[in-house]
């Protein structure tokens, strides 16, 4: 019921010897131009009382990224207004592309990852968030993901 991805699209291993440069499980930094952070975008399951996540990147403006960073550890931070930002994690099962979807990113209280909210567009993905999905649509996210493994096997 969760997929999730190790960083964001454009993170490159070369990055991870650079001073400048951080990919932790929550946040990411490149070359002190860039920042992200891991959020879920959760897509309710109908008939079901499930939630379907996808765990992803979200870019973040050098503000945003210091002011989500300063209360990343603070009681309360669920109270911040939601932080714009652009998704950096590429879905493939969904056409056209994931990269760029406009999101608002709200925090969680302390140990729980940001929710993602999709702007209300017609992407397939949006669409998803905003009208859930079925039991028969997570089992043909698996399946797709089942066979990709087994392909790079």
Same mark, same amino acid.
């Given at each position: 019921?969760?997929?999730?991805?190790?960083?964001?699209?454009?993170?490159? *291993?070369?990055?991870?010897?650079? @001073? =400048?440069?951080?990919? +932790?499980?929550?946040?990411? /930094?490149?070359?002190?131009?860039?920042? &992200?952070?891991?959020?879920?975008? *959760?897509?309710?399951?109908?008939? @079901? =009382?499930?939630?379907? +996540?996808?765990?992803?990147? /979200?870019?973040?403006?050098?503000?945003? &990224?210091?002011?989500?960073?300063?209360?990343?550890?603070?009681?309360?931070?669920?109270?911040?207004?939601?932080?714009?930002?652009?998704?950096?994690?590429?879905?493939?099962?969904?056409?056209?592309?994931?990269?760029?979807?406009?999101?608002?990113?709200?925090?969680?209280?302390?140990?729980?990852?940001?929710?993602?909210?999709?702007?209300?567009?017609?992407?397939?993905?949006?669409?998803?968030?905003?009208?859930?999905?079925?039991?028969?649509?997570?089992?043909?996210?698996?399946?797709?993901?089942?066979?990709?493994?087994?392909?790079?096997?």
């Amino acid at each position: 019921m969760n997929y999730s991805t190790i960083a964001p699209d454009v993170w490159d *291993e070369s990055f991870s010897d650079r @001073s =400048d440069s951080l990919l +932790s499980s929550d946040q990411c /930094v490149i070359q002190a131009q860039h920042y &992200f952070v891991k959020g879920l975008i *959760e897509i309710p399951v109908i008939d @079901s =009382d499930d939630v379907f +996540s996808w765990a992803v990147w /979200v870019s973040l403006s050098r503000e945003n &990224f210091a002011r989500a960073a300063d209360k990343w550890n603070t009681p309360g931070r669920e109270a911040e207004a939601p932080y714009f930002g652009w998704l950096s994690t590429e879905l493939s099962l969904y056409s056209p592309s994931t990269i760029n979807l406009k999101t608002h990113v709200h925090t969680r209280p302390v140990g729980h990852r940001p929710r993602i909210e999709l702007e209300p567009t017609e992407h397939p993905l949006a669409v998803e968030q905003r009208t859930h999905i079925t039991l028969a649509r997570v089992r043909e996210i698996a399946e797709t993901f089942l066979h990709a493994t087994a392909d790079k096997a």
